[in-house]
């Protein structure tokens, strides 16, 4: 009976390593961070997000979110606080795959940000309103295994727009 406190140390010990271990053996260690921040000046919605690497390796961010300062789709989860989604009405590309060219290279411990004015595409309604926004958060760890998308959401934020 008393050796069970150290058996269950031991435990603990050992799977504390398991992340370790897992880079050690090559495998990539990914983990990244989004984070979105919202002003409302002036009668505009600007998104600033904000991306950090926080894992052992490189990885891949779509260039549209980190570089671009328009959207070509709807990228965002944007809700009203009735949890109904809100429609984009900006501008929509079609276009074939995303190539190698359109993501961004996020080094290990570096943060990436950008800011993003979404007034005009998404249906804010008129008056003061609130809202929610969220973003998936996708993120390649392999630039050769473009179909291999992992997603790191960042966590919904809430704000008032009073829209014109």
């Known amino acids: 009976m008393h050796r069970r406190p150290f058996l269950l140390a031991a435990l603990l010990g050992a799977t504390s390593l398991l992340p370790a271990l897992a880079g050690a ?5 990914v983990d990244v961070k989004h984070s979105i921040d919202i002003e409302t000046p002036n009668g505009r919605v600007l998104v600033q997000l904000t ?13 549209e979110i980190l570089a ?24 929509m590309v079609k276009r074939a795959a995303l190539t190698a060219g359109d993501y961004q290279a996020l080094e290990p411990g570096k943060m990436l940000m950008n800011t993003i004015d979404i007034t005009q595409t998404y249906a804010f309604k008129k008056g003061r309103h609130s809202y929610n926004i969220g973003y998936a958060g996708p993120v390649l760890a392999d630039i050769r295994k473009l179909d291999a998308l992992t997603e790191f959401p960042a966590r919904p934020v809430s704000f008032v727009y009073s829209g014109q």
């Open 25 to 29: 053996a090559g495998e990539p260690t």
């Open 51 to 63: 991306v950090i690497n926080q894992g052992r390796s490189t990885v891949w961010i779509p260039r």
């Open 68 to 91: 671009e300062k328009e959207l070509t789709g709807r990228r965002f989860d944007l809700r009203d606080f009735g949890n109904r989604p809100i429609a984009y009405t900006g501008k």
